[in-house]
């Protein structure tokens, strides 16, 4: 059976940062794309970033461009999503996700990804 399994969320204040990370067991990331995707209360699940399994493409949305980094180990085993200045609307439930399939317009759409974790609560507040 296949988990994901997300940490690192948290309390942070605007301007601040955190590291979220995904694992996974009963399946090896390293032949996966990894999406991270994020839910604010009362609204649609919406992609943030995401990386091929080759690690050499990324994808951003403009919303988090130049201030999220997805990125993923050298074993490709663990996911990571680097957050710094993080803003009030980044608050939300941040879940990561694996895919097999890889382009610019599959990477973004939930349906694309096969398996999904949890999520780690994110809220940014003072």
């Known amino acids: 059976q296949v988990h994901l399994v997300e940490s690192g969320g948290g309390l942070v204040q605007p301007g601040g940062s955190l590291r979220l990370s995904c694992a996974a067991s009963?399946?090896?990331?390293?032949?996966?794309?990894i999406g991270w995707f994020r839910q604010a209360a009362g609204k649609e699940r919406e992609v943030v970033a995401c990386i091929s399994n080759s690690n050499e493409r990324t994808f951003y949305e403009d919303y988090v461009a130049g201030r999220f980094t997805i990125a993923r180990d050298s074993t490709k085993t663990t996911a990571y999503l680097q957050m710094n200045d993080l803003k009030f609307e980044d608050t939300a439930v941040y879940y990561c996700a694996a895919a097999t399939d890889w382009g610019p317009t599959v990477v973004v759409v939930t349906t694309t990804y096969m398996y999904w974790g949890q999520g780690t609560q994110v809220t940014v507040s003072l």
């Open positions: 009963g399946v090896s990331l390293r032949d996966y794309a």
